[in-house]
């Protein structure tokens, strides 16, 4: 076998960015820092982190990133050529961009005539001039420039002298990249191909004759025809060489091209070269991540990452992939960190149940029984709908409690909930009652709330306060439920995810019910619990360091 | 302008064979029906029911549509070939078939030689034999016959001289058409494209000389690779003629090829033929039926039909969308029976509340008052989180409503759940108490029940059956619970969708609200009034015809 190497394909990130544009999508920076730092680790070269100056949030995150940078990806911050009739020197726009402290930047222009002029009200002369100035501004300050050209295929269509103008007003300004945008998604990967190859040709001509760099190729792409994917391979097959999406393909209207799907196809399937291979394997992990991270139900049938996207049901079809993997998978499932699933068995490995154990500073050896029994109690939980990706601290919960150090702050005896359901009346229309001991003793507490879950947790405090002072500071800060399976009718279960404070550090924790109020109370008392145990692990570490 | 006639595609639909392997999708016959005859409707020419014989539940299917056939659609029972070493004639399974009284059946057989050895375990010659001999005798028996070859593509790779022979023993058989399946849907277009031409004259070739027809081709893709629809394109443009794939896309693992996507791109943008302008204007509407009808949430962000295809957020966008809509959309959403969404506020049009109370036998004028009140009382409703698809007794109430035709039956006073959460009591953990009015007496009534909703829905039958004795015939049969925004924490909304029935009629209610056992009550409360309603109608209309 010859080894020739890879084609590097550039992988350019804008979840935190287009992503975010989705209905229904926000995130908090504290969210945008943990996905930079997970893409990050996966090794995706550049990641888009917002517009710093259109919103305090962005401005914020580009700060906090300047503090704690990333270890290999470069963060680039976005935002539009300068307004008409200005400098790119005086326009306030575009200083806020220079004090996010990035090396990158990416310049978004108009390609489309028509844009030009109905959306900017401008001169098609004055929009090239926004786009060299612009550009040449950010180069003369030092940045490195990527340039997305929005609209590109349609700009192509109706006006491609002008559109072409427009690339070269960036080369001419210093971009490295021109990224042609398929900004309504509406174009299909024969027309991208052609488009690319038409740029690819125009430029070696005419800018390659003033002996200038000439700049490689990017794609940007949405899904609104179900093609995103499709025409960013085309892209890449027609000569592009950086590729634009999102994890899990969010973006606005029906989303951008889905890093998930074009990782591997371009990796496992065309040959280029992406990320390295013990990334490649993480995507599974990334996309879950991310998922819950922004709190929008995994797709279960995502290609390549999704849950059951090498499930395999029934008799012969389930022998014979055992027998022959081949015959019933286009890829090796764990070549991007999933797995096969046969009938209805979970199917988690001891590996990544060490691997988690880890982020919580606990070596276990694979052959201990501790490690195993982690395991199994994990399966059987997952079985039941458990899901700990995004619930770390009931995960720890649960290796404490196999390792014997889980410690017993507490002990529920009973809980009882009571809603007054009077139309109109929605303040404090619950009641709570618990029942709980600490140190042998019994304590019987009750407390009102707007809704079940908030009396629940009112009450829990109340009866445990005077025991734990600690726990005036702790509070819910996000409470999360989805409905695990629709069609079971009556009987459909319920996970709650709580998420807890107290004033500087949160933690997550899960339960699972087809009663939505006993999910609710599993996930509230957890929470309680683990705050009383990082409180009581600061106090020990504070003695053994006095 | 000349108008060339476009080419025809010949759709065919298996969301209701290959659509149900989805993981967590489930059927009963009446929904099966229901979206068969949605499917008739919408003009697909070929409606895979099933595989009679394989479960009892399709042959029931078939033989309900014997009695009440579809108008225009052919229903295709759908089976393998015979098993090796016998005869079709013989082989019980194709018996069933025959049953089945369709005109069109069909066959799939192994095109792959891994598979016949692998998994058939027999030799390559007794395969072809298989598939001669069963589409043979189902040309005999007088039906016309659809051959797929599964595995297609792979086999193609692997043995390219003994699929074709796969093929020409279908060809020999009497198949009118040859559809290329991409099983295990890891192929990418090019690949599909190059193999459809190849079959193409390869056929021309070999069969074309022994003066036989030469059957059509058709494509069968899955979506492992996110690339199931580009595939099916592709293989269009290479010359194939019929596509087939499912709606909103369900399939096993990743999906089939997603018609909703597939019929606008064939017909709006490379100018095939599929189906009637008139019948593509309803794609969203068929996608949403199917989608409420299997129980999975709609996906808002599929391409073309997606709640989010055609939403638009921000100042400038949302401006130049209004002046010149080509700026900001790839298609004019209504081609599609979608809309175009600004902001938040929801864009229910006047028609298809014309439309929906036809359904209801009420004729309403356009003009009238009633009209625009029941059209913003459901705008109302619908920004609140309501949705009315599939809670069509609730739409009725509403509009019953608004034409003073509502009968007051009973009037809730007050209700009150009391849930006791003691670990491990998971029966009758539930209390519920009811203050009910009828015709202006007070009654009040407690019940039991496994969890909040069931002991709600007892106390109210308890307080009421003595005034309405049919209410004793009613049952709640179908309980389903959404979380519509799962990112406002303990704010997060439900909505409930609850299905009764009184024996020989269902009609589904629905309820939302911030607290989940409000929203139960709301939907459980409205299907007792519906179905006193029911009863009586038809009570008055015994009384006139008396």
Chains 1, 2 share one sequence.
Not at 417 to 427: A, F, N, S, Y
Not at 499 to 513: A, D, F, M
Request: charged share 20%; aromatic share 8%; hydrophobic share 40%.
């Amino acid at each position: 076998m010859t080894t020739k190497p890879s084609p590097q394909i550039w992988l350019y990130d804008t979840t935190l960015r287009d992503g975010t544009q989705r209905e229904g999508l926000s995130v908090s920076i504290e969210d945008k820092l943990r996905i930079a730092k997970r893409l990050d680790q996966l090794g995706v070269p550049f990641i888009e982190g917002g517009w710093p100056g259109a919103n305090p949030k962005d401005v914020q995150f580009f700060w906090q990133l300047q503090e704690d940078p990333l270890k290999q990806s470069e963060i680039v911050a976005f935002c539009s050529t300068r307004r008409p009739n200005t400098t790119a020197a005086a326009e306030p726009m575009l200083q806020a961009i220079l004090t996010a402290g990035t090396r990158w930047v990416t310049i978004f222009g108009k390609s489309w005539d028509l844009h030009v002029t109905a959306s900017l009200k401008t001169s098609l002369e004055e929009n090239l001039a926004m786009i060299r100035d612009t550009v040449e501004y950010f180069c003369s300050q030092g940045r490195r420039v990527i340039y997305d050209a929005e609209h590109w295929f349609d700009g192509y269509k109706h006006n491609l002298d002008y559109a072409l103008q427009t690339l070269e007003a960036a080369i001419a300004g210093g971009a490295e990249w021109l990224v042609l945008c398929d900004t309504n998604g509406g174009t299909l990967p024969q027309e991208v191909s052609q488009s690319v190859q038409a740029v690819n040709s125009h430029l070696s001509l005419v800018v390659g004759q003033e002996s200038m760099t000439i700049p490689q190729i990017g794609i940007h792409t949405h899904n609104d025809s179900d093609m995103a994917v499709a025409n960013a391979l085309a892209a890449v097959m027609a000569g592009a060489r950086m590729v634009q999406g999102t994890i899990n393909g969010y973006g606005e209207r029906c989303g951008n091209a889905n890093l998930c799907s074009l990782i591997p196809n371009l990796q496992l399937k065309l040959g280029y070269s992406c990320i390295g291979e013990h990334q490649l394997n993480q995507l599974t992990e990334v996309s879950r991540f991310v998922s819950e991270v922004v709190n929008l139900a995994p797709d279960e049938h995502a290609p390549f990452v999704g849950r059951s996207a090498f499930a395999h049901k029934g008799g012969i079809h389930v022998s014979a992939v055992e027998r022959n993997p081949l015959t019933y998978e286009h890829i090796q499932p764990e070549q991007v960190g999933n797995h096969r699933r046969i009938v209805i068995s979970e199917q988690s490995g001891l590996s990544n149940v060490l691997a988690k154990a880890r982020t919580f500073g606990i070596e276990l050896d694979k052959q201990t029984p501790e490690a195993r029994q982690i395991l199994q109690r994990l399966k059987d939980l997952e079985s039941q709908g458990y899901q700990f990706e995004a619930a770390e601290a009931s995960f720890a919960l649960l290796m404490y409690e196999a390792l014997g150090g889980r410690q017993q702050f507490f002990e529920i005896k009973g809980f009882q909930v009571h809603c007054d359901l009077v139309e109109g009346k929605e303040t404090n229309n619950a009641l709570a009652t618990v029942k709980v001991a600490v140190s042998g003793k019994n304590i019987l507490e009750a407390a009102e709330g707007n809704g079940p879950v908030a009396a629940l947790d009112a009450a829990l405090r109340k009866a445990l306060v005077n025991f734990y002072p600690q726990l005036a500071t702790f509070e819910l800060t996000d409470y999360k439920v989805r409905i695990i399976d629709g069609h079971t009718g009556t009987a459909a279960k319920t996970r709650v995810l709580a998420e807890s404070g107290n004033g500087y550090q949160r933690w997550t924790t899960v339960g699972v019910s087809t009663n939505i109020l006993a999910a609710s109370y599993q996930a509230v008392v957890e929470g309680l619990e683990y705050g009383l145990l990082l409180h009581s692990q600061a106090e020990t570490a504070l003695k053994v360091s006095s």
